[in-house]
């Protein structure tokens, strides 16, 4: 298969129109280039708040609310692009208000395969700035996906920072990592966590950033990342771990190709096993014996 992660530039955008357009642009050049899977960043969807003005894109509240509005349109046109190209596409995440989970909205990434089926991953973890100034909450629980492509899950940034949320869609052979970043920092951590998880679960990840600024904004200001795809340092892979990575802050799309039995042979027969040996850490996580070495004379 062939893999496409995006570095995700938001517009402000005059129009539906225009917003349609752009993914187009978007959906048919990955395909032109020979993707199956097309992944978009965390929050790219925020540059929809821009359709209803530039002092509702600048208002916190009301752009994360006109953003939800907007999402079945949004879904629907995914949907359509991905039948007519024959991909598979994550699509750029949201903040979506979703009754089943209260008054504030989740931040939900959806999933579209070209046979016309549909997914949605929730964040699990918020971040700092999430709980403390959007309000987003928790949503649904973990998924994985089993498709065509094999089986695919979906950390949404913060959350591939928590070994433990990778563990337990350890049957996925792809985990995709959609980001938004606003500075060096931030991108590095959640790159650390890609590609720590896809060494401990022996997978291949997928990273996706938003890029550059977008000074009409009180959320998504500015950005800094760039695509990337991940897999264990081990056998039929690169000895750094790197497959494939695009440039820092540059829009664009990033590729790698990737054959799904080179997950099923080194999970079987890698130089080592990690994936295998998680479970002898069972245990190890109580009280630590702490032994004092102070104040002895040598």
Known sequence: MKIAAAG???DFLPNWAAYETKLIDWVSEAASAGADLLVFPEYGAMELATLDG?????????????V??????????????????????????APV?????????????????PGGARGHQDKQIMTRFERETWGVVGGGPLRVFDTELGRIGILICYDSEYPLLARAMKEADLILVPSCT???????????????????????TVMSSTVGPADWSEAVDTNCGRGGVFGPPDTGFPPTGVIAEGVLDQPGWTYAELDPVQ?????MDGVVLNRTHWDEQAGRDGPVEEISLRGIDT
């Open 8 to 10: 995700y530039p938001l």
């Open 54 to 66: 530039a002092k509702v894109a600048g208002d916190l509240e009301a752009s994360l609310r006109a």
């Open 68 to 93: 939800s509005d907007r999402i079945p349109a949004v879904d629907d046109l995914h949907a359509r692009l991905a039948a007519e190209y024959g991909v598979y596409i994550l699509a750029a995440s």
């Open 97 to 113: 208000f979703d009754p089943d989970f209260g008054e504030r909205p989740v931040n939900r990434a959806r999933f579209f395969t």
């Open 182 to 204: 606003e500075a060096l920092t931030g991108y590095s951590r959640v790159r650390i966590g890609a590609m720590a998880r896809a060494l401990e679960q022996q997978c291949v």
């Open 263 to 267: 997950v099923a042979q080194v999970r």
